[in-house]
């Protein structure tokens, strides 16, 4: 049976799928996240599911051939780090995760550790009846489910006298007795008084010291099987003979090599290990699954076997005889290099070590990952025009994709001017940086990080690129002086690239790039134009053509143009309290506002105020704080943010101004109504009059004079009109019309 939470999470995927398909917007304030959950930490099968915890969120399949339910931090979670998950005696369902513990089957009911503890995370959770111990990278804990107040973090051992909070793989509870599998040892004391276990004297330890045998001290488990308890380190499996002296004796596997991970399903023991998966019974290895990539971890269903491949490679089933993926699992990865998104919705994502890929008829949970050469890690992406995607890669260089067709730039096949690095030759003359990537016009540009040839800027004709000829390049001879250009962007015929050592060269090109002859260039340094760092991360135009710059020490943005008598520019650093200062990322929406992304945060500035709001994980639904990458949506204005943990969106309510009386679209959509601030909008840069009907065709709202009026859900006479479908139609000075409808929700 699918929950409430399920049922909310559906209806909210619907909505969310509807707005990137016709430009339907979510109400004020909504975040959605975007993550990978291919990298499983844990899976378990509780009340007959399948459920899993990963780098991406919490995982809940109902049915192998039917899409998993995917929880992430803004179903209740909190965070999408997530370690463990357990079933306690009394049916609760509990996550660990980054920062915090949380019982599902309570509402989402979130317990965020001590600040004292620091942001540690949670790996791994035992439970007795009355108390969670859990292990983490910060030692024991124990968390007490019978408090007055519901649940509490009591204590936190001290295991050791030297590094007394080791990392906390796993726990092992066995009558009195809790054993602790850690990346010091394995440990062991009586848990019957838990104030007993905070003085490390009462505690046993077993590593290469005491037993030599171990020959590693990174113990990953350690369960109770058949009477006898086994241990796994990352290099073999011991079995532990108990008597005057303790001992571990190795089981020995057909083939040696790294193990992963270790359980007990029913009367069988699994272990994941190098390549393989082995069924030990009866002290006998029953059978051994061989599989490359290898699988790091799984569960058995009594009838079938789910295992997780290493290296982020998914989840994987074999009802077949053979692995075959499950591919409902989000995003290709988590830590996300850039996002682009065409007028016509498609959204192309970029991660760090994966293929870029696109998403599949809106799915937001399904994606298409590229066919390009692998082994080449996104940086930058770019819808082009005739149906074109552009891919820069780290070593591949520049790859354009049409349908089933992949055509590669770089210098090791000579069809343009994208070369390698001079780090070095000639080696590296083939291994292709792309750090830019943008469009002006017909024509193409992008930066090659320390390009051989000195010149680090290619550019081409977008309708020749297959032609060697149709590509230039500017570099040392047109005073770029430094090859280690990290951004680029242009704006009416001036290109800009940042650098890594020598501040911004500012580029005046003229209409046509191959003829230099009236070419203008200026170095903005620290020390001519008060840029407030020479070291560059990223460089804006704003929609009026103001250009932004992003350093190691702040943004800053150039407030005197170019030409003026005895001054090159000056620029003016912006110091929003709590933020940056190393800036990531910088975008513009439509109406000129700017969003800067930054290792602590997305910060938004207004254009109208020039006020600040910065949104974090502690004030927000964003994902994670550590910004990379910020899209807007051309048509609806969402913002799409890439960050190290997977893609944040935040809806628009304003969407974008257009200057198409025709193709208006109410913002938003629907129109929830919470307060009486809430106002419908209708994105239009010039004036209008409008009129509001109910599906009935009666009229319930107008304005009749030319004006950019917004409405607050009531009708002619101040009422507060019902819920349900409407149709509003706006008419120009010119008399252009244009229709729509919207859905309007009170929650107020």
Avoid at 329 to 348: A, E, L, Q, R, Y
Avoid at 648 to 669: C, E, M, Q, V
Wanted: with cysteine.
């Amino acid at each position: 049976m699918v929950n409430w939470q399920t049922k909310i999470k559906l209806i909210l995927t619907i909505l969310i799928t509807l707005a990137l398909a016709s430009g339907l917007q979510a109400q004020s304030g909504l975040w959605h996240s975007l993550t990978s959950h291919k990298e499983v930490r844990a899976m378990k099968i509780i009340n007959g599911e399948v459920w899993a915890v990963s780098s991406g969120g919490l995982i809940r399949i109902f049915d192998p051939d039917m899409p998993a339910d995917l929880l992430t931090n803004v179903d209740g979670l909190g965070t999408v780090d997530l370690m463990d998950i357990m079933q306690d005696e009394s049916g609760d369902v509990w996550v660990a995760g980054l920062g915090q513990l949380v019982n599902i089957s309570n509402n989402f009911e979130r317990f965020p550790t001590k600040p004292e503890y620091g942001v540690i995370r949670l790996n791994t959770l035992a439970d007795d009846g009355s108390n969670i111990w859990i292990g983490s990278d910060s030692g024991l804990i124990q968390f007490s489910k019978t408090s007055i107040d519901g649940g509490i973090f009591r204590n936190r051992f001290a295991i050791r006298s030297v590094n007394p909070f080791p990392v906390v793989n796993d726990i092992m509870l066995e009558g009195s007795m809790i054993w602790l599998a850690t990346t010091s040892g394995l440990s062991v004391a009586d848990r019957t008084d838990p104030t007993q276990m905070l003085a490390p004297s009462n505690w046993t330890h077993f590593d290469i010291n005491t037993n030599p045998e171990l020959e590693s001290n990174t113990i990953l488990r350690v369960v109770k099987f058949e009477d006898s308890i086994y241990v796994l380190t990352d290099e073999r499996l011991f079995k532990i003979s108990e008597g005057i002296d303790t001992t571990f004796t190795p089981v020995v596997f057909d083939t040696a090599g790294t193990m992963y991970d270790l359980q007990v399903e029913a009367d069988t023991m699994v272990v994941y290990y190098w390549r393989s998966i082995g069924m030990i019974q009866n002290d006998s290895i029953v059978s051994s699954i061989l599989s490359w990539p290898p699988p790091i971890t799984g569960i058995g269903t009594g009838t079938y076997r789910w295992a997780v491949l290493d290296n982020g490679l998914g989840i994987f089933e074999n009802r077949s005889g053979s692995l075959v993926e499950y591919v409902h699992t989000g995003t290709p990865g988590n830590s996300v290099t850039d996002i682009s998104i065409d007028d016509d919705g498609s959204v192309m994502a970029g991660f760090s070590l994966k293929l870029s890929a696109v998403l599949e008829n809106f799915d937001l949970n399904k994606w298409n990952k590229d066919f390009y050469s692998p082994g080449h890690p996104t940086t930058h992406l770019f819808h082009g025009n005739f149906g074109n995607r552009w891919v820069g890669t780290i070593g591949g260089g520049l790859w354009r994709l049409n349908g089933d067709t992949a055509i590669r730039y770089n210098d090791t096949i000579n069809n343009s001017t994208i070369v390698g690095n001079n780090d070095d030759p000639p080696i590296s003359y083939f291994y292709s940086v792309i750090t830019g990537l943008d469009f002006d016009g017909p024509y193409l540009f992008a930066s090659c990080f320390k390009a051989y040839d000195n010149n680090p800027v290619a550019f081409a004709q977008l309708d020749a690129t297959g032609n060697p000829v149709a590509w230039g390049s500017l570099g040392l001879s047109d005073g770029i002086t430094d090859v280690d250009i990290v951004t680029l962007d242009l704006h009416d015929n001036i290109l800009v690239a940042g650098s890594g050592n020598t501040g911004i060269f500012y580029c005046e090109i003229g209409t046509d790039p191959f003829d230099k002859s009236d070419d203008v260039l200026t170095n903005f340094r620290t020390a001519n134009s008060l840029l407030p760092s020479d070291l560059i991360r990223v460089v804006k135009f704003s929609p009026d053509g103001e250009l932004w710059a992003g350093t190691n020490f702040g943004l800053s943005h150039l407030v005197e143009s170019l030409g003026q008598e005895g001054e090159i520019g000056r620029w003016v650093l912006l110091e929003p309290s709590g933020f940056g200062p190393d800036i990531t990322a910088i975008e513009f929406d439509s109406r000129g506002n700017a969003w800067v992304g930054a290792s602590n945060g997305l910060l938004f500035i207004s254009v109208s105020d020039g006020s600040f709001e910065h949104f974090t994980t502690a004030n927000s639904d964003l994902v994670s704080d550590d910004v990379r990458a910020i899209t807007v949506a051309p048509v609806t204005g969402d913002v799409w943010v890439g960050t190290s943990d997977g893609i944040s969106i935040k809806y628009s309510i304003t969407g974008r101004l257009t200057p198409k009386i025709d193709s208006i679209l109410a913002h938003p959509n629907p129109f929830v109504i919470r307060s009486s601030s809430d106002q419908l909008v209708f994105p239009f840069e010039g004036q209008y009059t409008i009129r509001i009907f109910n599906m009935a065709g009666e009229l319930v709202w107008k304005v009749e004079e030319l004006s950019q009026a917004t409405w607050d859900g009531r009708n002619q006479n101040g009422e507060p009109v019902a819920q349900g479908v409407y149709l509003f139609v706006l008419r120009d000075a010119e008399g252009q019309v244009g229709t729509g409808k919207f859905l309007l929700v009170r929650e107020q």
